[in-house]
T-cell receptor
Framework: GAVVSQHPSWVICKSGTSVKIECRSL??????MFWYRQFPKQSLMLMAT?????????EQGVEKDKFLINHASLTLSTLTVTSAHPEDSSFYIC????????????FGPGTRLTVT | DAKTTQPNSMESNEEEPVHLPCNHS???????IHWYRQLPSQGPEYVIH???SNVNNRMASLAIAEDRKSSTLILHRATLRDAAVYYC????????????????FGSGTRLLVRP
């Protein structure tokens, strides 16, 4: 089956620094990638949708200047959390969909971010 | 976004069938019903999806009510590895073609499987 990887799997950073999380589709080309955030014991919250070569579409309430998303190729999307604060500590999950008309979304294993 | 309602948690015994219900009374005619599950500290995993007819695959079966206002995910023989949070999601198209969509997760049902 299709595989989506994320790197790193966990990261600890200091408040005020920026952190980049990578999401890769390993065996398929992902025209659309999605970024979710999940707090402990809560459901996934969609942050943004990105199409390759286009600007990301952010969900209401998500700061686009704080959560920078780049989808420069069909196999790679990155999420950069800028000027991280402790409240940004969360589980960040990406997912990818292959091509138009495809229904399955494949999810990455997630990245746990802790901001101290 | 169309909303789904699921019980917070359910318990099952190993090797027995499990029926996970989902209500989606505001479903529209073009909404697909998707089920994903999430094991602890992992990303969600696709389980099954359907539109109107019941669906079967190697993981589960999906029974959809005739009025489509509810559906049930059926695990025929629960195993300990099936313990997870199960999400029922309505896939709503964003564009006219319908190939563009996003998945909005609800709170899901936490399934506990007793050995």
């Amino acid at each position: 089956g299709a595989v989506v990887s994320q790197h790193p799997s966990w990261v600890i950073c200091k408040s005020g620094t920026s952190v980049k999380i990578e999401c890769r589709s390993l065996d398929f080309q992902a025209t659309t990638m999605f970024w979710y955030r999940q707090f402990p014991k809560q459901s996934l919250m969609l942050m943004a949708t990105s199409n390759e070569g286009s600007k990301a579409t952010y969900e209401q309430g998500v700061e686009k200047d704080k959560f920078l998303i780049n989808h420069a190729s069909l196999t790679l999307s990155t999420l950069t959390v800028t000027s991280a604060h402790p409240e940004d500590s969360s589980f960040y999950i990406c997912s990818a969909r292959a091509g138009t008309g495809r229904y399955e979304q494949y999810f990455g294993p997630g990245t746990r971010l802790t901001v101290t | 976004d169309a909303k789904t309602t699921q019980p917070n948690s359910m318990e099952s015994n190993e090797e027995e069938p499990v029926h996970l219900p989902c209500n989606h009374s505001t479903i529209s005619g073009t909404d697909y019903i998707h089920w994903y599950r999430q094991l602890p500290s992992q990303g969600p995993e696709y389980v099954i999806h359907g539109l109107t007819s019941n669906v079967n695959n190697r993981m589960a079966s999906l029974a959809i009510a005739e009025d489509r206002k509810s559906s049930t995910l059926i695990l025929h023989r629960a195993t300990l590895r099936d313990a997870a949070v199960y999400y029922c999601i309505l896939r709503r198209a964003l564009g006219l073609i319908g190939s563009s969509y996003k998945l909005i997760f609800g709170s899901g049902t936490r399934l506990l499987v007793r050995p």
